[in-house]
């Protein structure tokens, strides 16, 4: 069983549309947690981090924790046809140096016009 | 890509082949980090140093070595490819968030193809 688990979608939505998406994590350890969006051919990019449990709100993007039930989430709101992606989350344990990322299996998003 | 450079961007390698993938940063962080891409498998972590002169074995470091001779330069190499280290290669830099911990941005990916 993976550390973190993704649906791999794709998730198909409507524009205007809250798109949904979370990961279950088995590690209790984990304290730091992160959603990055990829597009197709490039490089993962930022969009949130978050330490603690509860919500965190960005713009469009709200990144949630729930660290008792090992379950994060990502909404965006106002879905555009630029939000099409593969969304990964991340997760570590915070350490001095060298914090190793694990990553769920990322889940695509079609945002459809 | 937070001034990640990586190269060659695609590359085609015959199995028992060599070749070295360069990852450059143009800023002074210290932390920087390997990584492949497989359908379905996320991102894994194959090694990973914390300053120059340093490294460290991630997730899946067999088939690998990498060098740190220079802060700015992280260097993968593949001794003798196999068709298994097919992937596309991420390279990261770490560097302080607002909250002065650590969050990682990515290069834009090497693509090697072993045949």
């Known amino acids: 069983q993976k550390e973190v688990e993704q649906d791999p979608g794709p998730l198909s939505v409507p524009e205007g549309a809250i798109v949904s998406l979370n990961c279950t994590y088995s590690?209790?350890?984990?304290?730091?947690f992160m959603w990055y969006r990829q597009y197709s051919r490039k490089g993962p990019e930022l969009l949130m981090y978050?330490?603690?449990?509860g919500n965190k709100e960005d713009g469009r993007f709200t990144a949630q924790v729930d660290k008792s039930s090992k379950y994060i989430s990502l909404f965006i709101r106002d879905s555009q046809p630029s939000d099409s992606a593969t969304y990964l989350c991340?997760?570590?344990?915070?350490?001095?140096?060298?914090?190793?990322?694990?990553f769920g299996g990322g889940t695509r998003v079609l945002v459809k016009p | 890509n937070a001034g990640v450079t990586q190269t060659p961007k695609f590359r085609v390698l015959k199995t028992g082949q060599s070749m070295t993938l360069l990852c450059a940063q143009d800023?002074?962080?210290?932390?920087m980090y390997w990584y492949r891409q497989d359908p379905g498998m996320g991102l894994r972590l194959i090694h990973y140093s914390v300053g120059e002169g340093t490294t460290a074995k991630g997730e899946v470091p067999d088939g690998y070595n990498v060098s740190r001779l220079k802060k700015q330069n992280f260097l993968l190499g593949l001794e003798s490819a196999a068709p298994s280290q097919t992937s596309v290669y991420f390279c990261?830099?770490?560097?302080?968030?607002?909250?002065?911990?650590?969050?990682?941005?990515f290069g834009p990916g090497t693509r090697l193809l072993v045949l």
């Open positions: 978050t330490y603690s449990s």
């Open positions: 991340a997760m570590t344990i915070v350490k001095a140096a060298g914090n190793k990322l694990t």
């Open positions: 590690n209790s350890a984990f304290q730091y």
């Open positions: 800023m002074n962080h210290e932390y």
């Open positions: 990261a830099i770490g560097a302080p968030n607002r909250g002065g911990q650590e969050t990682q941005y």
